[in-house]
């Protein structure tokens, strides 16, 4: 699914540079639940924005299904993003005045879906992840932080993407909370084969993952 | 679609802001409709003004503008050839003279014809008139023969014109139509006259009736309506032959009018006809005098053009900068929309249909504006600048004078034109109609367009990385 080589991204910060990600390289399976485990200003967000396409690595590669991210126009990128993957935020990252319902549509208006299908299909999903009632026509600002990030997941999953980037997606929720989104996370890898990466701090959700992956200083240290 | 009704929505997200945007772009767009009305007012009545004055050329002789002696005059023969210059369709003759009215003892000012020792008539004066207004409107033609005393009459009767003419039916280059009565024949040389209603009613004339001039009864076949004759309010028209024997001017005559096949054609006659009669004779064509009464008009419509252009620019500046703001403002949103999957032309079709709600609405005020302010605003620019380009036009003031020239034989206007132009060019209206409408839509896509490419400026300058980690 995802070949990793010798990645590397550098910031320039005035006098010296700093080497936010360096030298990683790793393969991740279909399907395969994997977390990426480091301390604060370990790296963490810098590579899941690389490898969401977000940001544009110094050096090395990202091949995702076979195609070498490097190599993609700006449209294909676009393409990506709104397709294949789900990215989800640590501060959710939601549309404040559009509503829960109409925040989940968002991606599949981008793939250009019908209206009818939009909605059907970000009921559904809303549902799944426990949002549904009159809280799909409320705006983030009148749900909890809890249902903001389910909404935010509702929308990840919008248009069936087989990459998933969460980034500590349970961070600003309390444990109970958490566990709840990360369950969500782990049933949707088991049931839809989705791959997915999450990014946490917290070592008892990285347990119970397939895999864990921690980077110190930039550089991955451990895989197992 | 969904972008689209995003964007709409989007527009009234700030309450306050979307109103200061409206109004402000409203008066933008209004004012440069209303421009736009005044200026197309202003060109209807540009080409309304030359289409009434029609294919003539005028002939007089030199100098008739100044209030010294003329010695010089116009002859008959002199003019014989004129028919048969190219596309030269008829040529009319006139002979002008003001004649006093009998009974006006402490009149001293009022003319008398130098050529005929018997200038009198037996008309009483049409109209009393304020002298002292009429005297600020003669534009400097007017002095008394006196000399010794300023002081001005209460009681002063005008006096009379007679208007010896080759055709009856158009005098100077203007048509006359009768109110009754019927047009003498072009060669008659009986002692006919056609009358103006003032005159008529003034002096109790009928169709058929006789009044008495240079000793001579004549009879009026004809009534026209002064209020339609501006310049002839004041004269009574008989056969040129008729008034060049009692005048004592055989073979002489003041002015002519030549007739031309084609608008076209004025030019190249006009200057056949100067070729033809030498420098003693101005030869002008109606369309120079539209040039010249039109030139205030020009002007307006000059400075309405620039307004237009200087307020959709504006129009233009004011959304661009508020579309900049706006996405600045929504830089995290549209990070998040990059992040998941939209394209930057989404992103700028939601922000374009945003500018576009605000734009519109503006064009809803500017609407409402043109039509409060479209007529008041072109009769404020087109009262501006003709009052100060045609004030003191020499023109205008020998058709406004009628008391002036001590001694010297009168010589009045050749045409009525630049008199019938001097009471209607302020007299523009506007009208608002659709296409004012098309106008306030063009001028939305246009400023719209502008706003949106300050919108896409900032929208592809937007990295998701970035936005994602300013938390
Ligand atoms: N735009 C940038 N310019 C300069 N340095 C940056 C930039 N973005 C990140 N960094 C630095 O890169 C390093 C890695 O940051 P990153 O956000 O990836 O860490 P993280 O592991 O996600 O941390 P956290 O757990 O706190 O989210 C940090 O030292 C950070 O200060
Ligand atoms: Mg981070």
Redesign the interface.
């Known amino acids: 699914m995802l070949k990793v080589k010798s990645l590397s991204k550098e910031y320039n910060s005035g006098e010296h540079i700093l080497k936010a990600a360096n030298n990683i390289s790793f393969n991740v399976d279909d399907g395969e639940f994997v977390s990426l485990v480091g301390k604060s200003g370990s790296g963490k967000s810098t590579l899941l924005l690389l490898l969401g396409a977000l940001d544009k690595p110094t050096s090395g590669s990202i091949v995702v299904d076979g195609e070498d991210l490097a190599k993609k126009s700006d449209r294909e990128l676009v393409r990506y993003r709104c397709l294949k993957l789900g990215y989800v935020f640590q501060s959710f990252y939601l549309v404040p005045n559009l509503t829960a319902l109409e925040n989940a549509m968002l991606p599949m208006e981008f793939a250009g879906l019908a209206t009818n299908e939009r909605k059907e299909r970000a009921q559904y999903i809303l549902e799944q992840v426990g949002i549904s009632g009159d809280k799909i026509n409320r705006r983030p600002g009148k749900l909890s932080g809890g249902e903001q990030q389910r909404v935010a997941i509702a929308r990840a999953l919008a248009n069936k993407p087989k990459l998933i980037l969460a980034d500590e997606p349970t961070g600003n929720l309390d444990s109970e909370t958490g566990k709840k989104i990360f369950n969500l996370l782990k049933e949707l890898s088991r049931s839809e084969n989705t791959t997915i990466i999450v990014a946490t701090h917290d070592n008892n959700i990285a347990a119970k993952t397939d895999r864990k992956l921690t980077i110190v200083d930039g550089q991955l240290k451990q895989d197992k | 679609?969904?972008?689209l009704i995003?964007g709409f929505?989007?527009a009234f997200?700030s309450g306050i802001r979307t109103v200061a945007i409206v109004i402000i772009l409203g008066v933008s767009i209004g004012l440069s409709l209303t421009m736009l009305v005044a200026r197309q007012a202003v060109d209807n009545k540009i080409s309304a003004v030359k289409s009434s004055i029609g294919n003539t050329v005028s002939i007089q002789p030199a100098g008739f503008n100044s209030y010294s002696a003329i010695n010089n005059s116009l002859t008959v023969s002199q003019l014989a050839d004129l028919i048969k210059i190219p596309n030269v369709t008829a040529v009319n003759e006139t002979l002008t003279e003001r004649l006093t009215t009998i009974g006006s003892t402490d009149l001293s000012f009022g003319l008398q014809s130098t050529n005929s020792s018997n200038a009198t008539t037996s008309l009483s004066s049409p109209v009393k008139l304020n002298l002292k207004r009429h005297l600020f409107k003669a534009g400097g033609g007017l002095f008394f023969s006196g000399g010794g005393s300023s002081s001005i009459p209460t009681n002063f009767s005008l006096p009379i014109t007679i208007i010896g003419t080759s055709n009856s039916q158009n005098i100077n280059g203007q048509s006359l139509t009768l109110e009754q009565g019927n047009y003498f024949s072009p060669s008659s040389n009986s002692d006919l006259a056609i009358i103006s209603s003032n005159m008529a009613s003034k002096n109790n004339l009928k169709v058929g009736s006789t009044f008495q001039s240079y000793n001579v009864n004549f009879k009026v076949t004809g009534i026209y309506l002064s209020a339609n004759n501006g310049a002839l309010g004041n004269a009574a028209i008989v056969p040129l032959s008729v008034e060049q024997s009692l005048s004592g001017q055989s073979g002489d005559v003041t002015a002519a009018e030549i007739f031309v096949n084609s608008i076209d054609n004025l030019s190249s006659v006009t200057s056949a006809i100067q070729k033809e009669l030498g420098s003693n004779v101005n030869v002008t064509n109606a369309i120079e005098d539209a040039n010249t009464e039109v030139s205030p008009l020009n002007s307006v419509k000059t400075i309405s053009l620039y307004s237009v252009i200087g307020a959709i620019i504006a129009g233009g500046i004011i959304i661009l900068l508020t579309m900049i703001i706006v996405a600045r403002e929504r830089r995290?949103?549209i990070g998040?929309?990059?992040?998941?999957?939209?394209?930057n032309l989404?992103i700028v079709s939601q922000f374009a249909a945003e500018s576009s709600t605000l734009t519109l609405l503006g064009a809803v005020v500017g609407i409402l504006i043109v039509i409060l302010a479209g007529n008041p605003m072109t009769k404020f620019l087109v009262s501006n600048s003709t009052t100060a380009g045609t004030v003191g036009n020499g023109r205008f003031s020998r058709l406004g004078s009628f008391g002036g020239g001590a001694g010297g034989r009168f010589v009045s206007g050749g045409r009525g034109v630049g008199g019938v132009l001097r009471s209607n060019i302020t007299n523009v209206h506007a009208v608002i109609g659709w296409d004012v409408l098309l106008y306030g839509i063009l001028a939305v896509i246009i400023i719209s367009v502008i706003g949106s490419v300050g919108i896409a400026l900032v929208i592809s300058k937007v990295?998701?990385?970035e936005i994602?980690?300013t938390?």
Do not use: L, W
């Open positions: 679609m969904a972008s995003r929505k989007n997200r995290k949103e998040i929309f990059k992040a998941i999957g939209a394209s989404k990295r998701p990385a994602m980690r938390d």
